[in-house]
């Protein structure tokens, strides 16, 4: 390899660096609106507690979720209200086939346009969830009561510019299935402008505003600095939100467990409002003396102001984009997308010097290619026997949503179903491995041509990684990068070990994200195959990370020194299969003639008699 041309190519990584700098932008918040906010945190907080204290298992489709609905719909009959109900059914993992419900009240407005106010009204029976959501389902109601015309609400002395819906969902805990509902309804879908979320907020950890999407996307910069803004105007200073690297994570895998992921997945800008961390709490203290008023009245206050805001002031940019806060100003996503590519060129142009380097030299390039072509077989049979495990229900079942962390199905391993899986996906390598055992001593050349193949491979999965999420090269970097380095460091055997192991980073960026930031610890591992089980996981992502897993196989082979080409036609010998055919065909024969012999000194004897 050419570490001169490789070092030149690292100097195109300017031109992105500086493209990145010239889009960093300080958005700018909508105007406050001229009148207080009329939130009564009091009232809000005795709501939460009545709730919690007359429903305290809320889980989807149980008696308790039929009374929460029964309690919150009687509350926006009080404040002048109709709700419909829609009923939908989804799977939940561990409880089956359940009957979801959500409750939608609407403030008509002087225009189509929507803006939805939403909170998710079960929990997952572990607590009380006074917090988690009681205390969002009681700011809702509290919200909906100044927009209310029944006696114990004010009526408004003109209606809103905008259509207020103020929405409660089924399933907040269980992926947010009730949300993702909504957001795919398509009466909805192109009239809302934006979406507030409240979920977890009267908690003492500070408030936070979430952004992550089902999809490498992001809210609009000017509704999350105007809910900033208004939450700062509560608290005295800036609410919390995912640092710079986590952000970036959240577009390269993109994953959230609060509501806002599927309207941002769908285009439509989106936040959560909330006091706990990534991961919202589940705990059995989550009691209603736990609750914390004063918290609960900011973010309520924050929330009425920020709908007035939205609802009088200019109209914010319509659908999603991506790009990271930095701080108080945005970084644009084309450029960072510019970034990650120009990354990749070092990477491509050393191949393609290493790969007319073989050609001038005569290496011949398709044994290896060859060799790839059965190791990824083995991880493609992998692929499929996972698949068929999924569909005979060996992994815990349910809609293709995030499952919540805190269920049986995240937690308990199915080792009978990991063993079975390992056993046939074993029995699956020895069938492959009969052509690349080593039989004889590796050429240089061949060795040669062995590292040029696994990187034409990785080549290849970057340039499709890149067609499918372009942030997701960002877990392919450290591979591409440190073990195209593997062949110069041939007679230093603790350098290449090294450098073999920090090309895994990428992968463990993701496991340690989710045991660390997710609170998910050693059930990580477990956790993301539950999610490929429930189809959450796209089927594209899941088979180039196989194809890499096949690369990395191979490497592991040139580094142990049990590599060898692909062999040719007069050095394969019969495979696996065609020498078991003829084994049973030989032994059916014996047995034929046996008994022929047989017949015939029978026929023998009795012609002497």
């Known amino acids: 390899m050419s570490g001169r041309l490789y070092r030149a190519a690292f100097l195109l990584v300017l031109i992105p660096v500086l493209a990145l700098a010239l889009t960093v932008r300080r958005p ?8 207080p906010a009329t939130f009564d945190q009091l009232a809000a907080a005795r709501s939460a507690r009545e709730l919690a204290t007359l429903y305290p298992d809320r889980t989807p489709g149980s008696a308790g979720a039929a009374g929460a609905l029964r309690w919150t719909q009687a509350r926006f009959g009080e404040y002048g209200f109709v709700p419909t109900a829609d009923r939908f059914s989804a799977r939940l993992p561990g409880l089956g086939r359940r009957t979801l419900v959500n409750l939608v009240a609407i403030a008509p407005g002087r225009t189509g346009q929507a803006i939805v106010v939403a909170a998710h009204r079960d929990n997952d029976g572990v607590g009380p969830g006074a917090n988690d959501n009681a205390s969002g389902t009681a700011a809702l109601l509290e919200l909906a009561r100044s927009y209310g015309s029944g006696p114990t609400g004010p009526a408004r002395g003109e209606a809103p510019a905008h259509t207020i819906v103020f929405l409660s969902t089924d399933g907040g805990t269980s992926g947010s299935l009730g949300a993702a509902r909504f957001a795919a309804d398509p009466r909805w879908r192109r009239r809302v402008i934006a979406v507030i979320n409240l979920d977890t907020i009267a908690g003492r950890q500070g408030i936070r505003i979430e952004l992550s999407g089902d999809r490498a996307r992001s809210p609009a910069p000017s509704l999350v600095q105007t809910a900033a803004a208004r939450m700062a105007e509560q608290i005295g200073r800036q609410p919390r939100h995912t640092g710079a690297f986590g952000q970036l994570l959240d577009l390269a895998f993109p994953y959230s467990l609060y509501d806002q992921a599927p309207f941002v997945g769908r285009g439509i800008p989106a936040i959560t409002l909330t006091t706990a961390g990534v991961r919202p709490a589940n705990a059995f203290d989550d009691t209603p003396e736990r609750l914390s008023v004063p918290a609960l009245g900011a973010v309520g206050r924050g929330t009425q102001q920020l709908v007035e805001s939205l609802d009088q002031g200019l109209e914010i940019a319509r659908g999603t984009s991506s790009y990271i806060w930095l701080g108080a100003r945005t970084v644009k996503g084309w450029a960072i997308q510019l970034l990650l590519v120009t990354l990749l060129l070092p990477f491509l142009a050393a191949i393609v010097d290493l790969t007319a380097r073989c050609r001038r030299l005569r290496v011949r390039l398709a044994p290896s290619l060859r060799a790839y072509r059965s190791r990824l077989g083995v991880w493609l049979w992998l692929g499929a026997l996972f698949e068929i495990f999924r569909l005979v229900g060996v992994w815990p079942v349910g809609e293709p949503r995030p499952v919540d962390p805190a269920s049986a199905a995240a937690g308990d391993w199915n080792v009978l179903g990991l063993v079975l899986l390992g056993v046939l996906g074993a029995v699956g390598w020895l069938v492959g491995r009969e052509r690349l055992r080593v039989h004889r001593a590796l050429l240089a050349e061949e060795e040669l041509a062995g590292y040029a193949g696994v990187f034409l491979a990785l080549g290849l999965i970057a340039i499709l990684t890149l067609a499918i999420n372009p942030y997701s090269v960002l ?43 997710f ?63 003829r084994a049973a065909v030989r032994a059916r024969r014996r047995r034929l003639g046996l008994r022929v012999d047989r017949s015939g000194a029978t026929a023998r004897r009795q012609g002497r008699r």
């Not at 593997?486 to 045991?515: E, F, I, K």
């Not at 539950?530 to 196989?546: D, E, F, K, N, S």
């Open 28 to 35: 700018l918040a909508l105007t406050p609106p001229r009148l």
């Open 475 to 517: 877990f392919l970097l450290p591979s591409l990068h440190t073990w195209l380095w593997l062949a110069q460091a041939r007679d230093r055997r603790l350098v290449r070990a090294g450098l073999l192991a920090l090309g895994l980073a990428g992968p463990a960026v993701v496991v340690v994200s989710l045991a660390v930031r």
């Open 519 to 581: 609170e998910l610890g050693l059930d990580a591992p477990w956790y993301l195959l539950v999610l490929g089980g429930v189809g959450r996981l796209p089927l594209a992502g899941i088979a180039l990370t196989l194809a890499w897993c096949a690369a990395f196989a191979q490497l592991v082979a040139l580094e142990t020194g049990r590599y060898v080409p692909y062999p040719r036609q007069h050095e394969r010998g019969l495979g696996p299969f065609r020498r078991t055919l």
